[in-house]
């Protein structure tokens, strides 16, 4: 498996590595962030261990994780990675993916999501791809759904004592969600 770094319009898709924890920590700020997902960040000694966890899956090669740059604002905005990747039954999830605040509500997360969308399914040539969020966290939710991801159910107390919202994107629809989410990120301007 050959996980590279991904380049869009407005974000860089960076692999991970243990020297952007200062950056990745100077934009996980906000509690807001936190709220939803399985993990705090409040010191920058919790950042590290947050980049050293990523980057052990990575070695392992259970996940490969990024940081995200916003070409925008110059500078880092939160990570996503590549998880639970199944090399023998080509399926692999998208998720541990947050933000800086201030990025949320523009095209940083559809962009990210259209470049791991595209290289999962036309480089890795993936079958599916599943995008696992909490079941109280319904912005998360919304934002899947509009990639054009199904959902396909919901999983009792799957990770941490929580329920969890399953979608997916499978290699059939690819072809739709791609031109979904173009149509979005690089239409042209109205005249």
């Known amino acids: 498996m050959n996980f590279v770094q991904l380049e869009g319009d407005r974000v860089s898709l960076i692999p991970l590595k243990l020297e952007h924890a200062e950056a990745l ?4 700020a906000s509690p807001l962030i936190w709220d939803n997902l399985p993990a705090t960040i409040r010191h920058f000694d919790d950042m590290l261990a947050f980049v050293r966890t990523a980057i052990a899956g990575k070695e392992r090669g259970e996940e490969f994780p990024y940081a995200v740059y916003d070409k925008s604002l110059n500078r880092m905005v939160g990570m996503t990675r590549y998880l639970r990747i199944s090399e023998s039954h080509k399926n692999l999830n998208i998720g541990w993916t947050w933000y800086d605040p201030e990025v949320w509500r523009t095209a940083v997360n559809t962009e990210c999501k259209y470049l791991l969308l595209q290289y999962a399914f036309e480089a890795w040539k993936a079958v599916r791809v599943e995008l696992i969020t909490t079941t109280a966290h ?6 899947i759904e509009r990639l054009g991801a199904q959902r396909e159910g919901t999983l009792r107390k799957k990770y ?9 994107i499978i290699d059939e629809d690819w072809a739709a969600v791609k031109e979904r989410l173009a149509s979005r990120l690089y239409a042209p ?3």
């Open 160 to 168: 941490n004592g929580r329920d969890y919202v399953v979608f997916s």
């Open 138 to 143: 319904t912005r998360s939710q919304r934002a």
């Open 189 to 191: 301007p109205p005249s």
């Open 25 to 28: 920590f100077s934009c996980a």
